[in-house]
């Protein structure tokens, strides 16, 4: 199926949809025909930053997650039924209507995972796997871009905890059932701009990354209007911003686009993962990793995912890091 077939094959989901009246309790609700394998949990937990994350939840039940865009505030549950090959989709708050319109691109309904062609055996094998598992596009910036900035140059343990910090302090409850769930929405742009940046180091925040929050808070509307361009534009763009760099431009991107390109440079894992998954090389650089990958240009992106959610580790030399909490100093 082509691009433009799964968009008008998406698009008349939506003639079932049901609307409610903003502020009401009553959900919108709309039903979107699969256009292939889903795995729900894991295509959308790629957008999860930590088991703590309350902003997104996953179980028996589907996927449960907040929203903050222009339209207002929206609490989002998603739920295949496989036998039906349908996504069922309910959404509350007054950002719901356009929750419903964004939920197949947050489902990967919009992803073509058939475009790889795999051209090693590890990478036919992993497409086979995880036929279910896809890039998931929010659509929305500072969602993204937040996540990713409190993850520069730490470990993964310490942007989670910053990230939650930021969630539980400055968020607030989510519309419709998502309050009685826990759950909660992202912070908006004027919240995290008037922040003053010291608020910040009890979350984990050095002076550093707390400006660059509150820099990105105060030029949020300008950032969120990226989205309308294409990814290599918004990509570009994104690296105007003083602090933000190829690195955190593609984590932003890959969310925000689900571009199946997109790579992030200059991470500390990624090229040793490609390395020796790809050629059996235990280290690697980024020079090494898109020689690589060049094989797959178009759809690197989506080779290094399948060889994260693989599991795939390079083998560990020397002891294992252990990080000081920067919320003690």
């Known amino acids: 199926m082509s691009g433009g077939d799964r ?4 698009a008349e989901g939506t003639h079932r949809r049901v609307v409610a009246l903003s502020g009401r ?5 709309a039903v979107f025909p699969l256009p292939g394998p889903v795995d729900l949990s894991t295509t959308v937990g790629r957008l999860r930053h930590g088991r703590g994350d309350a902003t997104i939840r996953s179980g028996p039940d589907g996927v449960w997650m907040t929203r903050r865009s222009a339209a207002g505030p929206a609490t989002l549950h998603l739920r295949v039924d496989q036998t039906a090959s349908a996504l069922h989709v309910q959404a509350w708050g007054p950002g719901a209507d356009e929750a419903l319109d964004a939920a197949p691109g947050i489902a990967g309904l919009l992803d073509e995972p058939e475009a790889l062609v795999p051209r090693h055996e590890l990478v036919r094998e992993l497409s086979r796997r995880f036929a279910g598992v896809r890039l998931p596009r929010t659509g929305l910036m500072l969602q993204a871009l937040i996540p990713a900035v409190t993850e520069q140059k730490v470990t993964a343990g310490e942007a989670h905890r910053a990230y939650e910090g930021l969630i539980r302090r400055l968020g607030e409850p989510a519309p419709g059932p ?3 769930m826990g759950l909660r929405l992202a912070p908006p742009g ?3 701009a008037g922040l003053p940046y010291f608020e910040m180091h009890t979350m984990g925040l050095e002076r550093r990354r ?3 929050i509150r820099r990105i808070g105060g030029a949020a509307s300008r950032i969120e209007s990226l989205a309308a361009l294409s990814s290599g534009d918004a990509f570009e763009r994104l690296q105007t911003i003083p602090g933000v760099g190829p690195w955190t431009a593609a984590e932003t991107i890959r969310a925000a686009f689900g571009d199946p390109d997109m790579v992030s440079l200059a991470d500390a894992h990624i090229p040793h993962v490609v390395c020796w998954a790809l050629a059996g090389e235990p280290r690697g650089d980024d020079a090494r990793m898109l020689e690589l990958l060049e094989p797959y240009r178009g759809q690197r992106g989506r080779v290094v995912g399948l060889l994260e959610v693989a599991g795939i580790r390079p083998p560990r ?3 294992r890091f252990t990080p000081g909490r920067i919320e003690r100093l």
């Open 7 to 10: 968009a008008r094959g998406v």
């Open 25 to 29: 309790m009553t959900p919108a609700s």
């Open 178 to 180: 998502g309050v009685e």
């Open 190 to 192: 004027a919240v995290l």
């Open 210 to 212: 707390a400006e660059l």
């Open 317 to 319: 030399y020397g002891p």
